[in-house]
């Protein structure tokens, strides 16, 4: 009877543990596609250069990320693995690219705040602001997560968004507090993007059982975010923000906003008219 | 010194293959040329992520976005580069964009052709970037050092890029009919239009004598493009595909591939800004460089703001400093 609580408990964590990689990959992928749509139009070429580089490192990111879903998801049967993860088409394998390419809007995880269109150039900084600060602090944190694997790309990708926050704090920075425009521009991002920071502070099911239950508290997670953005901010000459109890919601769960779809029509379209093709 | 003397000089500098620097004296039609011709490549560079730049959000595979992404990444890094080298002549990087988003500097023709399948990728790696480090290998020998060590690392990359891109046509070639299809098509479309990017044949070219006698130039674009043409047509074959000429034929006695009449008018009308997508590669340019101008002016805002604060800082540092009294 106890052993059968223990192997139950064994099977939630380790299914949880599948869903909150998947999270994770899902929200670098997003916000690598939406990075990658700046490439040849930024409006200077060293920053062309740095936001691509950024791209990268997000995909790169992501597909990591993917790796290890798709380990765990092939040492299942495969019955149960297809019952955790929701296929349009079935693959004879499950790798990164079946996971990022042949799942729709319902099944992907990210938070609604990253497949929000990029906007001008104030807008994108935001976004990538507030994701490398929601990053930086998840990942500390994940770094000395029970799974070692899940530990060992955390610690691996905190290098690259200590870079991304350096180089999008100094934007913030520099936008806020450069002309009547540009600060104009980023009152009107934080009013775009606010409404859906509250999200990343709202566990999922699986999170809470993964890795916020034992070591994360959301507290600290959203303290921390909101210190170091109205740190910034304040430097920035922006106005402190509080998060309110209201926000947009769902991405984490499946219900996202229309952008996705086009986002994933755009890019999935080869993998979906040439099923099982190698490229 | 009088002007002869010096030209007398520097072409026996040149002759001697010692690289000409940029505090060196150079005659006005040596620094005229290499300005055209580096900010043309420089702009080249720049021009060129649009058309791959296209397929990135439509990549196949997350390891071919990867791939992809960096591939781009490097030839705005090249741009940087020519830029750069470009400045060491005494014009800015600014006036370089200036005359390209006037349409009085021209880029490489090859970029004003669409990319319409994942295929042209592939096709662009394989061609375009092979026809470019052609160019590009001699380039890296040339008189004027800054473009010359320029040249060296990028053709490093560019040779990185054509492998990429013949391995993009070999799996596409060894996929399913569709893949095959899409692979000989863009090969087919990609093909003449590499050939053209050695420029107009020797007899048409009026600056090859004298970027010749300068060492800018080490071989004529008919020389480099029958090369191209003898490389292309053996390793055509390891795709088990063809290319689009009928009159392409291995010449025994001449030990070359012969090959078919490039067509000129294509060639010129592209150009002239009458190829496929000329105003849309342009204006896509200049709306990247309208729409930055805010960004642009904000960072020399700030930069500016903090330089006056550090002035004042400094200022109340030095008199509190001073004795009292």
Redesign the interface.
């Known amino acids: 009877m106890e052993s059968d609580t223990i192997v139950m408990n064994e099977t939630a964590i380790t299914d949880a543990l599948i869903d909150c990689t998947l999270q994770l990959a899902d929200d670098s992928l997003i916000m690598g596609h939406r990075c990658s749509e700046w490439c040849g139009h930024g409006p200077v070429l060293e920053q062309d250069i740095a936001l691509t580089n950024i791209a990268l490192d997000y995909v790169g990111q992501s597909r990591n990320l993917y790796q290890y879903a798709a380990l765990l998801l092939e040492q299942l049967p495969k019955e149960k693995a297809l019952s955790l993860v929701d296929f349009d088409i079935i693959p004879e394998h499950i790798t990164e690219d079946s996971l990022a390419y042949l799942r729709d809007v319902g099944a992907f995880k990210n938070h609604l705040l990253f497949e929000q269109p990029n906007g001008d150039w104030a807008q994108t900084i935001l976004k990538i602001f507030f994701f490398s600060v929601y990053r930086f602090y998840l990942f500390q944190q994940l770094q000395n997560n029970a799974d070692e694997r899940l530990a060992a790309i955390a610690e691996k990708s905190v290098k690259e968004v200590t870079y991304h926050l350096k180089w999008s704090s100094e934007w913030v920075i520099r936008l806020g507090d450069g002309t009547d425009e540009s600060k104009f521009r980023m009152l009107q991002a934080i009013d775009a993007l606010w409404p859906f920071v509250g999200e990343l502070f709202e566990p999922a099911g699986y999170e809470t059982l993964c890795y916020y239950s034992d070591m994360l508290t959301f507290e600290r997670l959203r303290s921390d975010w909101l210190n170091k953005i109205n740190q910034i901010f304040e430097t920035a000459t922006l106005p402190p923000q509080s998060i309110g109890r209201w926000h947009q919601t769902g991405g984490k769960n499946g219900y996202h906003s229309e952008h996705l779809g086009y986002i994933l029509a755009e890019m999935q379209f080869l993998q979906r008219t040439f099923p099982n093709a190698i490229w | 010194m009088d002007t002869t003397k010096l030209s007398e000089q520097f072409q026996q500098k040149i002759d001697e293959d010692i690289k000409i620097e940029p505090q060196d004296w150079m005659p006005d039609e040596y620094r005229k040329t290499l300005i055209r011709q580096i900010s043309q490549h420089a702009h080249s560079e720049?021009v060129g992520?649009?058309p791959e730049?296209n397929w990135?959000?439509?990549a196949?595979?997350?390891?071919?976005?990867?791939i992809l992404?960096?591939k781009?990444?490097d030839e705005?890094?090249h741009?940087?580069y020519l830029?750069a080298a470009g400045e060491t002549l005494g014009i800015t990087r600014d006036e370089m964009y200036q005359q390209l988003h006037s349409g009085k500097a021209k880029y490489s023709s090859i970029f004003n052709y669409p990319t319409l399948t994942?295929a042209d990728m592939g096709a662009i790696g394989w061609l375009v970037d092979g026809a470019a480090i052609m160019n590009q290998v001699p380039l890296s020998r040339c008189s004027y050092g800054p473009y010359a060590r320029a040249m060296v690392r990028v053709c490093k990359e560019e040779s990185f890029h054509q492998r990429q891109g013949f391995e993009i046509l070999l799996?596409?070639s060894?996929?399913?009919a569709?893949?095959r299809k899409m692979c000989q098509d863009a090969i087919n479309r990609w093909w003449w239009p590499s050939l053209m990017m050695f420029g107009p044949s020797d007899n048409n070219s009026p600056h090859t004598a004298q970027s010749m006698q300068w060492k800018i130039k080490r071989f004529t674009n008919d020389e480099l493009r029958q090369k191209f043409v003898d490389v292309c047509a053996e390793q055509v074959k390891f795709l088990g595909m063809t290319l689009p000429d009928k009159d392409l034929k291995w010449n025994e006695a001449k030990q070359h591939y012969d090959f078919g009449a490039i067509n000129w008018d294509e060639f010129w009308n592209v150009v002239k800004g009458n190829g496929p997508c000329n105003k849309e590669r342009l204006a896509?340019r200049v709306?990247?460089?309208e729409?930055?101008?805010?960004?642009?002016?904000?960072?020399l805002?700030?930069e500016d703001?903090k330089a006056a604060r550090q002035y004042r800082y400094n200022t109340t540092q030095a008199e509190s400093k001073m004795p009292a009294g």
Do not use: D, F, H
């Open positions: 720049v992520m649009l730049g990135i959000t439509r196949p595979s997350l390891r071919r976005k990867a992404l960096a781009v990444q705005a890094g741009g940087l830029y994942w799996t596409l060894k996929g399913n569709a893949q896509t709306q990247a460089w729409n930055g101008a805010w960004v642009r002016e904000a960072a805002a700030y703001k």
